[in-house]
């Protein structure tokens, strides 16, 4: 268990030195009209999973919770922070685990869940494995409670329902195409995410070995009337 330990913190380390450099690439447009995007939200720059690291802490990331309504970001840095927000319907999703790269629907009968136990009782997330465009209506009830997603981050394995690959050898993050996730929300509306980047400035491509993360860019659209029409178009 140890020696599996120091392996993956050894490749989270290796992440951590290549978000530390800057690129000049422009990605196009992600503005639709529609929907709510997020440029560069920064998650905990300060954590490492190593020590001797300049600028950084020794010490497990903290977890930030992110509300859709009104993009608003909540750290969950002690436990009394945990206590006000955790077991509510305050927010929808969660940034957790190394580089805040695990994503969370706020739910309340995962046990791995932050919101285990709380309100949020008939959440689901299912993976589309389409562009966000061509996601246009959300599923049945009845396809989301068969659902077993409970959050997506490493895409280690085929059809897994993670976000992003991570590549050994070059040691680069990267989001996988035609992942869509579809929610039902604590409030039970509809809505699709898209994680796009963890790297700052969403670049089109990271060949630098040392551009700074977390910085969050993704995109969501909820559908206000309660319908399951996602379409962004």
């Known amino acids: 268990m140890n020696l599996f330990r120091t392996n993956i913190n050894s490749v989270w380390l290796l992440f951590l030195l290549t978000a530390c ?3 000049e690439h422009v990605t196009p447009s992600l503005e639709d009209g529609k929907s709510t995007v997020v440029y560069d939200l920064a998650g905990d720059t300060q954590a490492s999973v190593a020590g001797g690291i300049d600028g950084k802490e020794n010490r497990p ?3 930030f919770l992110f509300r859709f309504s009104d993009k608003k970001q909540i750290w969950t840095r002690t436990k009394a922070d945990s206590s006000q927000w955790l077991k509510t319907a305050d927010w929808d999703i969660a940034f957790t685990g190394n580089y805040n790269s695990e994503v969370y629907l706020n739910n309340t ?3 791995g869940n932050p919101g285990f136990g709380g309100p949020a009782n ?3 997330i299912l993976l589309k494995q389409q562009s966000y465009e061509a996601v246009i ?3 049945s009830d009845a396809e989301f409670d068969q659902s077993s997603l409970t959050k997506t981050g490493w895409s280690q394995a085929e059809g897994d329902g993670g976000w992003f690959s991570y590549d050994l050898t070059t040691h680069l993050l990267k989001a996988l195409p035609n992942r869509t996730y579809v929610l039902r929300l604590p409030n ?3 809505a699709k995410l898209q994680l796009l980047s963890a790297y700052k400035g969403n670049p089109p491509a990271v060949t630098d070995m ?3 993360a977390p910085y969050f860019t993704f995109r969501y659209f909820v559908q206000q009337d309660g319908s399951r029409n996602l379409n962004t178009r």
């Open 21 to 23: 450099g800057k690129d």
């Open 61 to 63: 990331f903290y977890p």
């Open 109 to 111: 009968t995962d046990a």
């Open 122 to 124: 008939h959440t689901a």
């Open 137 to 139: 209506e959300a599923p």
């Open 188 to 190: 039970g509306k509809y």
């Open 210 to 212: 040392y551009w700074p």
